[in-house]
């Protein structure tokens, strides 16, 4: 597949999966969301029909405390206040005394006596209590329909008993989950599931029924709630549809954000390919001055880049482009190609410094020692001492790895410098990390340099700070005489800036080299007056 169809194909499968990214983490939110929602509604329903049935309990406790008065009492005699206190008070469908495992009387007319078993249709549970209820299938006057029992057993075997209707939970239950087709059952102890709901049979394709049970703190009462799993989608769907519209206009942001990316990052590179291709990168030379020696002893390569239409492109927009998008060694590849053809006819004197900037990845990169020896290679006749410069705009990683590449050059004679000393936050990490020859102060602390007799602390601090490591120091940056004699009265040798000479192309180098190379940097009368302002 040619490289070019390649490349849109993979950019159209990131631009697609940038689009898809906020619609897939949406519709994951949305079904937890669904499943939240859900529970929260499982969780207010259960607590609203355990506090029903809690107070439907004390009621039934109530009325058992309230039959304690009918203790020895024969049935005969209270037969009728039986009754009257069973219908006067609510929910219950019977109350009565037990003798034993019997019940003695009962308030419901027309009961036959008969056991405790006979009329709830289950034995009895074996509590081991005086005190117990449970929720029963029916009772023997009203076999179909659920109830609750409680009973009160005394040690000499009278006992009470009270049963409430289940129709009254029943129709609060059916009232809960009616609207959301829940099914609820509760259950008193480990008796009968007094339940509401229809079971679904046709199991949803998405969703499957979420179960909540909880208990009551106060009483042996369980409720169990079932959201089906159409009750879910329904509640998926009501998100979805608040969700969807604010999910696709992300969506389509992100295409466009990604779009422009992808866009921007491929014509980087193609252009600084194609710049490459075409010659449109060229290399200017700013001398550098020796004040020992009291001449141009060197020069730094920069890089620049004009357009076939004659636009300039900045090296600092094209360099951290280069860098971001992996193109800086193709490009600083480039650069020494062009400077072994530039220097081909170059007069100077053996030992003149050339400076490279080598950004981080270059350093990184397997073959980074094999390219500068190279590079000594073909520009060996001119017998210049090569001075890498490093920098901080990019973090060298894999430090150890680094400095042995650099010690490797060093012993060739190459030297190693750190650019823009003090600006980044590892100045330091680096000093301790590679053996290094040069330090260049960053014309930022040279800006601040504002008399002779001034105090420029962290400025002076690097200069003490080089010395003590024997390293050798270039200031760069320098456009007044106030900032070249500010320097050279602190011992710094090396001198670069507009002051002394601007970056100029290869040939027009050629030329100054001739002229003024040789001479002493030169403070004209009326710069000199400004070194002493009246
Ligand atoms: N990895 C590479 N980095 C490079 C290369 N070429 C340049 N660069 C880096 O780009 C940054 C901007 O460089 P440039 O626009 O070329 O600016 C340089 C000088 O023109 C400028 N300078 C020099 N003297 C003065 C001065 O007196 N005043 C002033 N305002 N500016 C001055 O400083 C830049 C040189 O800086 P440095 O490299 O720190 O010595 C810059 O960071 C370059 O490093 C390249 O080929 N590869």
Same mark, same amino acid.
């Given at each position: 597949?040619? &490289?070019?169809?390649?490349?849109?194909?993979?950019?159209? =499968?990131?631009?697609?999966?940038? +689009?898809?990214?906020?619609?897939?983490?949406?519709?994951?939110?949305?079904?937890?969301?669904?499943?939240?929602?859900?529970?929260?509604?499982?969780?207010?329903?259960?607590?609203?029909?355990?506090?029903?049935?809690?107070?439907?309990?004390?009621?039934?406790?109530?009325?058992?405390?309230?039959?304690?008065?009918?203790?020895?009492?024969?049935?005969?005699?209270?037969?009728?206040?039986?009754?009257?206190? +069973?219908?006067? %008070?609510?929910?219950?469908?019977?109350?009565?005394?037990?003798?034993?495992?019997?019940?003695?009387?009962?308030?419901?007319?027309?009961?036959?006596?008969?056991?405790?078993?006979?009329?709830?249709?289950?034995?009895?549970?074996?509590?081991?209590?005086?005190?117990?209820?449970?929720?029963?299938?029916?009772?023997?006057?009203? &076999?179909?329909?659920?109830?609750?029992?409680?009973?009160?057993?005394?040690?000499?075997?009278?006992?009470?008993?009270?049963?409430?209707?289940?129709?009254?939970?029943?129709?609060?239950?059916?009232?809960?989950?009616? %609207?959301?087709?829940?099914?609820?059952?509760?259950?008193?102890?480990? +008796?009968?599931?007094?339940?509401?709901?229809?079971?679904?049979?046709?199991?949803?394709?998405?969703?499957?029924?979420?179960?909540?049970?909880?208990?009551?703190?106060?009483?042996?009462?369980?409720?169990?709630?079932?959201?089906?799993? %159409?009750?879910?989608?329904?509640?998926?769907?009501?998100?979805?549809?608040?969700?969807?519209?604010?999910?696709?206009?992300?969506?389509?942001?992100?295409?466009?954000?990604?779009?422009?990316?992808?866009?921007?990052?491929?014509?980087?590179?193609?252009?600084?390919?194609?710049?490459?291709?075409?010659?449109?990168?060229?290399?200017?030379?700013?001398?550098?001055?020796?004040?020992?020696?009291?001449?141009?002893?060197?020069?730094?390569?920069?890089?620049?880049?004009?357009?076939?239409?004659?636009?300039?492109?900045?090296?600092?927009?094209?360099?951290?482009?280069?860098?971001?998008?992996?193109?800086?060694?193709? =490009?600083?590849?480039?650069?020494?190609?062009?400077?072994?053809?530039?220097?081909?006819?170059?007069?100077?004197?053996?030992?003149?410094?050339?400076?490279?900037?080598?950004?981080?990845?270059?350093?990184?990169?397997?073959?980074?020692?094999?390219?500068?020896?190279?590079?000594?290679?073909?520009?060996?006749?001119?017998?210049?001492?090569?001075?890498?410069?490093?920098?901080?705009?990019?973090?060298?990683?894999?430090?150890?790895?680094?400095?042995?590449?650099?010690?490797?050059?060093?012993?060739?004679?190459?030297?190693?410098?750190?650019?823009?000393?003090?600006?980044?936050?590892?100045?330091?990490?680096?000093?301790?990390?590679?053996?290094?020859?040069?330090?260049?102060?960053?014309?930022?602390?040279?800006?601040?340099?504002?008399?002779?007799?001034?105090?420029?602390? @962290?400025?002076?601090?690097?200069?003490?700070?080089?010395?003590?490591?024997?390293?050798?120091?270039?200031?760069?940056?320098?456009?007044?005489?106030?900032?070249?004699?500010?320097?050279?009265?602190?011992? @710094?040798?090396?001198?670069?800036?507009?002051?002394?000479?601007?970056?100029?192309?290869?040939?027009?180098?050629?030329?100054?080299?001739?002229?003024?190379?040789?001479?002493?940097?030169?403070?004209?009368?009326?710069?000199?007056?400004?070194?002493?302002?009246?």
């Amino acid at each position: 597949m040619p &490289p070019l169809k390649r490349k849109r194909d993979y950019a159209r =499968l990131i631009i697609l999966l940038a +689009g898809a990214l906020p619609l897939i983490l949406g519709t994951i939110f949305t079904v937890i969301d669904a499943h939240h929602t859900v529970r929260q509604q499982q969780v207010s329903a259960a607590k609203t029909l355990l506090s029903q049935a809690e107070k439907m309990s004390d009621s039934g406790w109530d009325m058992i405390t309230s039959l304690r008065k009918y203790h020895y009492q024969p049935c005969n005699q209270i037969e009728d206040k039986l009754q009257l206190a +069973g219908t006067l %008070s609510a929910y219950f469908r019977a109350i009565g005394k037990l003798k034993d495992d019997r019940v003695a009387c009962s308030s419901a007319y027309g009961l036959n006596p008969g056991s405790l078993k006979e009329m709830i249709m289950r034995d009895p549970p074996v509590t081991g209590r005086a005190w117990w209820s449970l929720s029963i299938a029916g009772t023997a006057g009203v &076999p179909n329909r659920p109830a609750v029992i409680f009973v009160r057993q005394l040690p000499d075997g009278e006992g009470f008993w009270a049963v409430i209707d289940g129709q009254y939970l029943m129709d609060f239950m059916e009232a809960i989950g009616e %609207s959301r087709s829940y099914q609820l059952s509760m259950r008193f102890n480990d +008796g009968a599931p007094i339940s509401v709901g229809k079971v679904e049979t046709v199991k949803n394709r998405f969703f499957d029924a979420q179960t909540y049970q909880t208990t009551s703190l106060r009483y042996p009462i369980s409720v169990n709630i079932v959201a089906p799993g %159409s009750e879910l989608a329904r509640a998926w769907r009501q998100v979805l549809f608040v969700f969807l519209p604010m999910a696709a206009i992300f969506s389509i942001l992100l295409m466009i954000l990604t779009a422009n990316w992808l866009q921007r990052r491929i014509s980087w590179r193609d252009e600084i390919r194609r710049a490459i291709n075409g010659r449109q990168f060229t290399v200017h030379y700013q001398p550098v001055y020796n004040d020992q020696l009291q001449r141009c002893s060197g020069a730094e390569a920069l890089m620049r880049w004009t357009l076939p239409n004659g636009t300039v492109i900045r090296p600092d927009i094209f360099i951290s482009a280069a860098e971001a998008e992996g193109m800086i060694v193709p =490009l600083t590849r480039h650069l020494i190609e062009l400077i072994a053809e530039d220097v081909q006819d170059w007069e100077v004197e053996p030992g003149f410094h050339l400076a490279i900037n080598v950004a981080a990845e270059h350093l990184q990169h397997p073959e980074f020692v094999s390219d500068m020896l190279q590079f000594v290679e073909k520009v060996k006749h001119q017998q210049f001492v090569i001075t890498l410069e490093l920098t901080e705009r990019s973090l060298i990683k894999d430090g150890d790895a680094v400095a042995r590449k650099l010690d490797a050059l060093r012993e060739v004679g190459i030297k190693v410098a750190i650019d823009d000393f003090g600006t980044g936050h590892c100045s330091l990490s680096y000093l301790m990390t590679f053996s290094l020859d040069y330090l260049k102060i960053d014309r930022g602390f040279i800006n601040a340099i504002e008399s002779l007799g001034g105090e420029t602390p @962290v400025l002076d601090a690097i200069i003490n700070l080089s010395f003590k490591l024997r390293l050798q120091v270039l200031g760069e940056g320098v456009e007044t005489p106030l900032q070249l004699l500010y320097l050279q009265q602190r011992g @710094v040798v090396f001198i670069q800036g507009y002051y002394y000479a601007q970056p100029m192309s290869n040939s027009a180098l050629k030329i100054w080299l001739k002229e003024k190379g040789p001479l002493p940097i030169h403070v004209e009368d009326h710069d000199a007056s400004e070194l002493h302002p009246s």
